[in-house]
């Protein structure tokens, strides 16, 4: 496997007839597709002061980010040289760039920087995350990440046919919950090759799962009613406690004042001693019971139930 594999964006750039775009200063954009679900990426030999470098840009806006990204050139004989490896805080304004090299440098035959009179660039770009308006930073979960055993995958059908996927690292979700600790005992599939294990979502709901994944992560900032019940759902589907926990105490912070919908409150601890105190009797208790099953109540929410009703 080449270096550059290791990235969720890479390939190689072919910029022929080195030295009459390097007379006119006009060598031409070379599309390179879409990382970070930003489209437009292009290549470019760029000039400065006599000298030119491999630059990797787009012209859509991108907020500062933390990733990692690489350049290679290839010389005649396969041979690789001006290697450039970075990883840390990045900007597009700052640049992703290649190793400066002088004109005269680049068209010398016997350096042998030239294949059939161009220039073979690899490349390789990888975005872990942005950082926000507000001075947070969220995750980049639509690009796979190197290492297929460290890394668990969610699909679903699109509308055309194909898969929709979120990527995430395996770790974290492993030591919070035993979901993922064997894919053998959860309903997940193992794709051809080399790629991830990945857990099979019902339609629609890869909209709501980059949020949630946010959440297991630790960003959360505030809880957005219609979202709720999606959370919580993932977070019990999942056997991710911690996930449940961090939700009640941001809704019980959030909602303060606000009338609790049941159906998320009966999900939480706090939230439902909130709702039982908006009861005002155990006939209006029973009158909101009244359309839900049972089995939809787990055991504490139901021990809080029946002592409301045993007290008013």
Request: aromatic fraction near 14%; glycine fraction near 8%.
């Amino acid at each position: 496997m080449s270096v550059r594999q290791k990235y969720a964006l890479n390939g190689e750039c072919f910029f022929e007839n080195a030295r009459f775009h390097m007379e006119r200063n006009d060598f031409p954009e070379i599309p390179i597709g879409r990382v970070g679900m930003r489209g437009g990426w292009f290549i470019k030999m760029r000039h400065k002061n006599g000298t030119y470098r491999p630059f990797i840009v787009t012209r859509q806006e991108v907020p500062r980010f933390e990733g990692r990204f690489y350049f290679n050139v290839l010389k005649n004989d396969g041979s690789s040289v001006f290697t450039v490896e970075k990883q840390g805080r990045m900007s597009i304004k700052e640049g992703l760039s290649g190793v400066e090299v002088e004109v005269g440098e680049w068209l010398k035959e016997e350096n042998g920087y030239l294949r059939d009179g161009g220039i073979l660039v690899e490349y390789g770009l990888q975005i872990e995350g942005f950082l926000l308006d507000d001075d947070t930073w969220t995750f980049n979960f639509y690009d796979p990440m190197f290492g297929s055993q460290q890394t668990i995958g969610f699909h679903e059908e699109s509308k055309n046919g194909g898969l929709s996927y979120l990527y995430c690292h395996k770790q974290l979700l492993t030591f919070h919950s035993p979901y993922f600790d064997s894919h053998k005992e959860t309903p997940m599939i193992e794709l051809p090759g080399d790629r991830k294990i990945t857990v099979e979502l019902k339609a629609r709901y890869i909209d709501y799962l980059e949020f949630f994944l946010e959440v297991c992560h630790g960003v959360l900032r505030t809880v957005k009613d219609p979202l709720i019940d999606a959370y919580l759902a993932f977070a019990q589907e999942y056997k991710l406690s911690n996930v449940t926990r961090l939700l009640d105490q941001t809704m019980h912070r959030d909602t303060s004042g606000k009338k609790m919908v049941l159906s998320s409150a009966i999900k939480t601890r706090h939230c439902l001693a909130d709702w039982l105190e908006e009861q005002g009797s155990s006939r209006e208790l029973a009158e909101e019971l009244r359309d839900m099953g049972l089995k939809e109540i787990p055991g504490e929410a139901m021990k809080q139930f029946v002592r409301f009703f045993f007290t008013h």
